[in-house]
């Protein structure tokens, strides 16, 4: 066994979690394809769940899995209308917040592949929608 630090440990642990979050929100609610996805009433929510989510997945507190049981990304988000358009602009939103960081090279390579990997596995459709969620409501991540 080792004692190296976890990724999470690496880049600063929940303050940088809650920054990362903070900043792709602040685009979320001005972008009119995502918007709807997260109703004002739920955006605090959705805000928690994703810093939980990020901060256990990169090796931080098992709180989201305490909490909300496993994370079955795909199963969350298929309500929703998430299409090539809808993922593009969620990777635009992220990028911004994963450069507001500023990481060290290695540590932002690692965070923005996963990112950009997980976005492209939640594309549920290829049909162009309108705006908002195929079945009304917010991402339950």
């Known amino acids: 066994m080792t004692d190296a630090p976890s990724f999470y440990e690496q880049i600063g642990g929940h303050d940088t979690f809650v920054r990362l979050v903070d900043v792709f929100y602040a ?28 901060e256990q997945y990169w090796g931080g507190p098992s709180t989201y899995s305490e909490q909300r049981g496993h994370p079955r990304l795909r199963m969350r988000h298929m309500p929703f209308h998430v299409d090539p358009d809808a993922r593009d602009r969620w990777l635009a939103h992220m990028r911004a917040a994963v450069d507001a960081l500023q990481l060290s090279p290695i540590h932002e390579a690692t965070l923005w592949d996963y990112l950009d990997r997980a976005a492209h596995a939640m594309v549920n459709t290829f049909e162009p929608s309108g705006i908002g969620p195929a079945a009304g409501g917010r991402p339950a991540l």
């Open 27 to 54: 685009g979320v609610a001005a972008d009119p394809v995502l918007k709807p996805m997260y109703p004002d009433e739920d955006m605090a929510g959705a805000h928690e769940r994703l810093t939980m989510f990020l």
